[in-house]
């Protein structure tokens, strides 16, 4: 990586607001693997996209439930890494520090970032796949587990394609990206929409954008800085900069 331009950082040292957008790409140095990423062992002949859908867990339930199953136990076993760690500081350096995720993780929560927006739900918890209500327990043998309240299979609380955003997270991150005057876009691959939209809101409402990936994105064109890498070695560059 190239060293953190002056420029960026002169704007960073005047900024009252800052708005993060994360992907996958931040927890992929913590071990678990991005949605673009092409699968291995036993999910090899899959591709993400084509079991995170209602479509496919209405066809086949038990498959479905199990790659969660088999995500969520790597996110058990996860650790948060330095990317992680050095957004939980860097929202003490400004008036205002929304951090908006796609990440179903907690591994933002457990680096110690408080209030994160979560756009597209928390894999920990489950919901009713008939949206009775109802909050279950994991404690059940079949796959996937049966309400306890209507008998429809229970299923992860996340939001698959085609599944509106929680609306309540959504607007809490529209608004962040239109306020801010520096907004970051870190790990994502800026393709699946709402969320690839806030940094295009921030850039409209005179945001300063920056991107952090080891990938081009079709944001990069459109970035005001583009910082190549690793979120677990740029962000904690970027930090020791900022306060250097
Ligand atoms: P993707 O898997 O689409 O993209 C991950 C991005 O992270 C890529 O652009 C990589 O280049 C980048 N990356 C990889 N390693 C990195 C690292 N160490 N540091 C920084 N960047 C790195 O993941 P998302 O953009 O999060 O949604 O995917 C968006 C949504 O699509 C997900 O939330 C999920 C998925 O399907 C739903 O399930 C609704």
């Known amino acids: 990586m190239r060293d953190i331009p002056i420029e960026l950082l002169d704007i960073l040292r005047a900024a009252q607001s800052v708005a993060v957008l994360t992907g996958a790409g931040i927890s992929s140095e913590s071990g678990v693997p991005t949605f673009r990423d092409a699968q ?3 999910w090899a002949r899959y591709s993400a996209e084509e079991l995170a859908t209602p479509e496919a867990f209405a066809q086949n339930p038990e498959l479905v439930w199990n790659w969660y199953a088999w995500r969520r136990s790597l996110v058990a076993g996860a650790q948060p890494n330095p990317g992680h760690a050095a957004l939980a500081s860097m929202a003490t350096h400004f008036a205002r ?9 907690s591994l933002h929560q457990r680096a110690g970032s408080r209030d994160v927006i979560e756009l597209h739900g928390n894999i920990s918890r489950i919901k009713c796949s008939r949206g009775c209500g109802a909050v279950t327990d994991f404690a059940a043998d079949e796959t996937p587990p049966p309400c306890r309240q209507c008998g429809a299979y229970l299923r992860p609380d996340v939001v698959w394609f085609g599944e509106m955003l929680p609306s309540q997270a959504l607007a809490a991150a529209i608004q962040a990206a239109r306020q801010c005057d ?3 876009s870190i790990g994502t691959s800026a393709l699946v929409y709402p969320a690839a939209e806030l940094p295009l809101m921030a ?13 081009a ?3 990069s064109a459109r970035a005001s800085f583009v910082l190549q ?3 677990g070695i740029v962000l ?3 930090l020791d900069a900022l306060l250097a």
């Open 217 to 219: 994105t079709p944001l």
């Open 40 to 42: 291995t062992g036993l």
């Open 229 to 231: 890498g690793a979120a």
């Open 236 to 238: 904690p560059a970027l």
């Open 97 to 105: 520090f929304d951090l908006v995720t796609q990440n179903v993780d």
């Open 203 to 215: 850039l409209d409402a005179g945001a300063t954008v920056i991107e952090v990936n080891p990938a």
């Open 182 to 184: 520096a907004f970051f």
